[in-house]
């Protein structure tokens, strides 16, 4: 199994959710759960971020921000939606101003539903999100040196 070579970063982002995920989004960071301990560093800036975390719906406000972050997020990238409203859309699908589930404007790797999503899921989720960032970085890396050996 190969090693990360550096500790992920995620970066959580609340699409238009209620409140009920982020907040056990914020108990995953806690002693309790501590998603620290997988190596994960939390951080606020998508130039550094591996795993983008997203809770809420899309609607036609934070469309825009959404595909920004995941832009200027480097390659290879994980996103993982958390709570039913960041799947699908949730009991808000049929509002006006409701788009759908981040996957209306972002690819998404790894969903995790509940309304809210439980800390366990949560941490379930992001796990997995780490075996796939490392799927992800083999590939990039082999991609590379594809690239660089027919490019000589």
């Known amino acids: 199994m190969t090693k990360l070579a550096k500790s992920p970063w995620l970066l959580h982002y609340d699409g ?5 995920c982020d907040i056990e989004v914020l108990a995953c960071t806690m002693p309790a759960y501590d998603i620290e301990r997988f190596g994960i560093i ?13 809770t809420g719906g899309i609607n036609s406000q934070s469309e ?10 480097p390659n290879p990238k994980v996103v993982v939606a958390v709570g039913i409203c960041a799947c699908t859309g ?23 539903p509940g309304c809210a999503a439980r800390p366990e899921a949560i941490i379930d989720g992001v796990v ?9 970085q083999e590939a990039y890396r082999q991609e590379k040196r594809r690239e660089r050996t027919n490019g000589k």
């Open 16 to 20: 238009s959710s209620c409140n009920g």
């Open 42 to 54: 939390n951080t606020g800036d998508p130039f550094q971020a591996d795993i983008l975390l997203i």
């Open 64 to 73: 825009k921000v959404v595909k920004q972050i995941y832009s200027q997020m």
């Open 90 to 112: 949730g009991v808000f699908k049929e509002c006006y101003n409701i788009k759908g589930g981040a996957d209306t404007v972002i690819p998404v790797d790894i969903y995790v």
């Open 128 to 136: 997995k999100a780490l075996a796939l960032l490392k799927e992800k």
